[in-house]
T-cell receptor, first 115, second 113 residues
């Protein structure tokens, strides 16, 4: 079975402060990991992805995430948030076994940046 | 390059009616995914089509169905609409290769009254 857990449904943070959005996953096989962002009344947009290689992945808008295999985590971080980062963030896991692809999204974390 | 497009943007139906939602993937993408995003319930996987075939479906009743056309565009049909079907329906496409990200459309807002 494959699952994704985003422990925090809402994260308030002051502008210019650092933020970490947590994502943990479970899977019995190797996976690919993604973070997406959804601005109000829009579809999802890819922030960053981990396929293989370096465990520290840099994405758009100054976000980065670190893949930790032993802790099965893929937490998203930004050293200094801006008002425009207010949005909902989704962690996703994809695995492919014998040509069969399964995608699982987390329940999302709403980031509220406070001026 | 044009992104994923969905139509209509908004759709209002009454309970018991049928709704048809459409999605055009990015050129060259063979996989299309459908998701339901209801208020407070996150993103729920509905259907996955690749190369014209249904590859997987989520935990939804059979009145949710769809198809993928030879040009890889897709249609989602919801029969016998219920009030709880009111949601944002998102379509995404991907090249179909392992590990590739999904590109999302802006969604169709379905309201059932």
């Amino acid at each position: 079975a494959q699952s994704v857990t985003q422990l925090d449904s809402q994260v308030p943070v002051f502008e210019e402060a650092p933020v970490e959005l947590r994502c943990n996953y479970s899977s019995s096989v190797s996976v690919y990991l993604f973070w997406y962002v959804q601005y109000p009344n829009q579809g999802l947009q890819l922030l960053l992805k981990y396929l293989s290689g370096s465990t520290l992945v840099k994405g758009i808008n100054g976000f980065e995430a670190e893949f930790n295999k032993s802790q099965t985590s893929f937490h998203l971080r930004k050293p200094s948030v801006h008002i425009s980062d207010t949005a909902e963030y989704f962690c996703a896991v994809t695995r492919t076994t014998g040509g069969y692809q399964k995608v699982t999204f987390g329940t999302g974390t709403k980031l509220q940046v406070i001026p | 390059e044009a992104g994923v497009t969905q139509s209509p943007t908004h759709l209002i139906k009454t309970r018991g009616q049928q709704a048809t939602l459409r999605c055009s993937p990015i050129s060259g993408h063979t996989s299309v995914y459908w998701y339901q995003q209801a208020l407070g319930l996150g993103l729920q996987f509905l259907l996955w089509y690749d190369e014209g075939e249904e590859r997987n479906r989520g935990n939804f009743p059979p009145r949710f169905s769809g198809r993928q056309f030879p040009n890889y565009s897709s249609e989602l049909n919801v029969n016998a609409l219920e009030l709880e079907d009111s949601a944002l329906y998102l379509c995404a496409s991907s090249p179909g290769e392992a590990g590739r990200e999904q590109y999302f459309g802006p969604g169709t807002r379905l309201t059932v009254t």
